[in-house]
């Protein structure tokens, strides 16, 4: 893509009047009424604020608009503003740079609200149904309270005083029925910054957030203002039995960022990638041929798991738990929550898989025949073990042997 294409693609709002002239070729610039602009002052009046588009076009707005609460002026000539363009009149731009207090403001609540123009108020008073706000002055405009904030209101008099933008959603009878709202600022506001902090973010990056919510499937953890799932399989090496046990609503928490799907505006967390992965000193701690005590955690038809300590599984095939007769599920030998002696097959640390036998295990009489099914765990990518996809495929075979059994 050239620049010249670049630039005719870029938002309009967010164009300077000095790019605006020279991508039109000195030809007059066409706005849109609410339409963001950037400005620069060429000459300040007694009533008046003028302002320089670019090339011929020539702009103006309220000098009210500049002053502070002391009546000085915040700007200079030379200076750049940005400012709302709010319509032509006599072939002149009128702008302003936000609706606020004063005579002045009166004039333009129609085309703010027309416009899309944020405006200022003060909050007077609580009201049956949401506050009513003052604005441009005198008039007075009415809030629901499911408009004020984004959070549900529990006292509404932390808000009278308080002076805040609002958007006019409804303008009837010249001023006397205004309807305002803050939470689409605030909204648009909050919007603009996920979209910000969402570019921000890597993955592998680690941040801080606090846990908001807790389900059967994962936690969801706030970082920053925007919402990540904390899976089951990544709270910890072992398996997560019950979330409760392990983590609380409120906690403050250090997460790694496992996974970002921008488009789908999804974030996935972990909290197992800040720990010690007990998978680095498995060959040491668990030789080929040692014996250690472990228990049985899920059964299957092709085997039964073994947990020799949080993180640490292992698979002992159906072959090697019926001393020579063959047996169609491993809880025909075994019950979950049994503790057993057993001795290590075989280990792979790079794909995390260990390989167990009963301790007194005679290699004479098992069966020979290995299912696929154990060829496939065997497999496994060091990911695909413990994942929440694993753990659901695993309790659908369960229970379609349950029904076939039955």
Same mark, same amino acid.
């Given at each position: 893509?050239?620049?010249?294409?670049?630039?005719?693609?870029?938002?309009?709002?967010?164009?300077?009047?000095?790019?605006?002239?020279?991508?039109?070729? %000195?030809?007059?610039?066409?706005?849109?009424?609410?339409?963001?602009?950037?400005?620069?002052?060429?000459?300040?009046?007694?009533?008046?604020?003028?302002?320089?588009?670019?090339?011929?076009?020539?702009?103006?707005?309220?000098?009210?608009?500049?002053?502070?609460?002391?009546?000085?002026?915040?700007?200079? !000539?030379?200076?750049?503003?940005?400012?709302?363009?709010? =319509?032509?009149?006599?072939?002149?731009?009128?702008?302003?740079? +936000?609706?606020?207090?004063?005579?002045?403001?009166?004039?333009?609540?129609?085309?703010?609200?027309?416009?899309?123009?944020?405006?200022?108020?003060?909050?007077?008073?609580?009201?049956?149904?949401?506050?009513?706000?003052?604005? $441009?002055?005198?008039?007075?405009?009415?809030?629901?309270? =499911? %408009?004020?904030?984004?959070?549900?209101?529990?006292?509404?008099?932390?808000?009278?005083?308080?002076?805040? %933008?609002?958007?006019?959603? !409804?303008?009837?009878?010249?001023?006397?029925?205004?309807?305002?709202?803050?939470?689409?600022?605030?909204? +648009?506001?909050?919007?603009?910054?996920?979209? $910000?902090?969402?570019?921000?973010?890597? !993955?592998?990056?680690?941040?801080?957030?606090?846990?908001?919510?807790?389900?059967?499937?994962?936690?969801?953890?706030?970082?920053?203002?925007?919402?990540?799932?904390?899976?089951?399989?990544?709270?910890?090496?072992?398996?997560?039995?019950?979330?409760?046990?392990?983590?609380?609503?409120?906690?403050?928490?250090? *997460? $790694?960022?496992?996974?970002?799907?921008?488009? +789908?505006?999804?974030?996935?967390?972990?909290?197992?990638?800040?720990?010690?992965?007990?998978?680095?000193?498995? !060959?040491?701690?668990?030789?080929?041929?040692?014996?250690?005590?472990?228990?049985?955690?899920?059964?299957?038809?092709?085997?039964?798991?073994?947990?020799?300590?949080?993180?640490?599984?292992?698979?002992? /095939?159906? =072959?090697?738990?019926?001393?020579? +007769?063959?047996?169609?599920?491993?809880?025909?030998?075994?019950?979950?929550?049994?503790?057993?002696?057993?001795?290590?097959?075989?280990?792979?640390?790079?794909?995390?898989?260990?390989?167990?036998?009963?301790?007194? /295990?005679?290699?004479?009489?098992?069966?020979?025949? *290995?299912?696929?099914?154990?060829? %496939?765990?065997?497999?496994?990518?060091?990911?695909?073990?413990?994942?929440?996809?694993?753990?659901?495929?695993?309790?659908?075979? *369960?229970?379609?042997?349950?029904?076939?059994?039955?």
């Amino acid at each position: 893509m050239n620049q010249e294409q670049q630039n005719m693609n870029e938002p309009i709002e967010e164009q300077s009047f000095a790019e605006l002239f020279e991508q039109s070729n %000195q030809e007059p610039v066409w706005l849109k009424p609410g339409q963001k602009v950037e400005a620069r002052i060429v000459k300040i009046s007694p009533e008046w604020v003028f302002l320089d588009l670019g090339g011929k076009n020539e702009g103006y707005l309220d000098k009210k608009e500049l002053l502070n609460e002391a009546g000085d002026l915040t700007f200079k !000539e030379g200076d750049t503003i940005r400012a709302y363009f709010l =319509s032509s009149r006599q072939s002149e731009k009128l702008f302003t740079t +936000k609706i606020g207090a004063g005579d002045a403001g009166r004039i333009y609540l129609e085309d703010a609200w027309q416009s899309g123009i944020p405006v200022e108020g003060v909050v007077d008073k609580e009201v049956k149904g949401g506050f009513e706000v003052r604005i $441009a002055g005198t008039i007075r405009g009415f809030c629901p309270f =499911s %408009q004020m904030g984004l959070a549900r209101i529990d006292r509404p008099a932390d808000y009278v005083g308080q002076r805040l %933008q609002f958007i006019i959603t !409804e303008y009837g009878e010249r001023g006397r029925n205004v309807i305002l709202s803050n939470r689409i600022i605030l909204a +648009k506001e909050q919007q603009a910054n996920r979209e $910000a902090m969402m570019q921000s973010l890597r !993955e592998g990056q680690i941040v801080k957030g606090k846990i908001i919510s807790l389900q059967k499937f994962g936690a969801f953890v706030d970082i920053g203002g925007l919402h990540g799932l904390l899976p089951m399989s990544e709270i910890a090496w072992g398996r997560t039995e019950n979330i409760n046990d392990a983590l609380k609503v409120g906690e403050e928490v250090e *997460v $790694a960022i496992l996974k970002m799907d921008r488009e +789908k505006d999804r974030i996935s967390l972990s909290l197992k990638k800040m720990l010690a992965d007990p998978w680095e000193k498995v !060959e040491s701690e668990y030789p080929e041929g040692s014996i250690h005590s472990g228990k049985v955690v899920r059964l299957m038809n092709f085997g039964a798991f073994i947990t020799l300590k949080p993180g640490i599984d292992g698979l002992m /095939h159906i =072959s090697r738990l019926g001393a020579g +007769k063959r047996i169609n599920h491993a809880s025909e030998v075994l019950k979950e929550g049994q503790s057993i002696e057993v001795k290590i097959e075989k280990v792979d640390k790079t794909a995390k898989r260990l390989s167990l036998v009963l301790a007194e /295990h005679d290699a004479v009489k098992e069966q020979k025949e *290995v299912p696929e099914d154990y060829q %496939q765990y065997m497999k496994k990518t060091q990911d695909s073990f413990g994942s929440l996809g694993d753990q659901l495929k695993d309790r659908m075979v *369960v229970q379609l042997n349950e029904k076939e059994g039955g």
